[in-house]
């Protein structure tokens, strides 16, 4: 296949998928600098990945999610080692939000962030897919799991979520 090509389809792929990519990346990254380094490795990864794409295996966006979430999870352990090794400030300090009056909405959805943010590695992937409103199938083909398995995890995360939001006061 010419080069030329090949970096015009990858763009293609990219621009119509982008979205996934930034998905993934504000999932796993709270401060902008964090996700735009998480972007630009989700980006080359896929690249060094593209000519080993198989269409017949996978749909691009399945394929997309299955690099950028891997990407992501090893990004996270990286930069949470990396974190706890250089002594940054105290998590609630970094984490203070400024709420202001009559944002319920807000603030409900800030905690709902913050609850998908401190689930497991694979958790976190999947509710995120969930809240994508892809399919028990589609999930399970993303993340390597078998559609049971994504069921299960789901009930259990909703009523982990379900037990955090009963716990605080809005």
Known sequence: MDAAISTDQFLSVMEAHKGIIYKVA??????????KDLVQEIIIQLWKAFGHYNSGQAQYSTW?????????????R????RKAATGTLETAVLEMVDTGPGKETDERLQWLQRFIHNL???DRALI???????????????????????ATKIGRIKDLLRQQFSRIKT
């Open 128 to 150: 995120l897919l969930y809240l994508e409103e892809k399919s028990h199938q589609e999930i399970a083909d993303i993340l390597g799991i078998s559609v049971t398995n994504v």
């Open 26 to 35: 504000g999932a796993w990254c709270r401060q902008e600098e964090d996700r």
């Open 120 to 122: 497991r590695e694979l």
């Open 78 to 81: 990286r930069e949470t080692r």
């Open 64 to 76: 997309v999610y299955r690099i950028a979430l891997n990407v992501a999870i090893s990004f996270y």
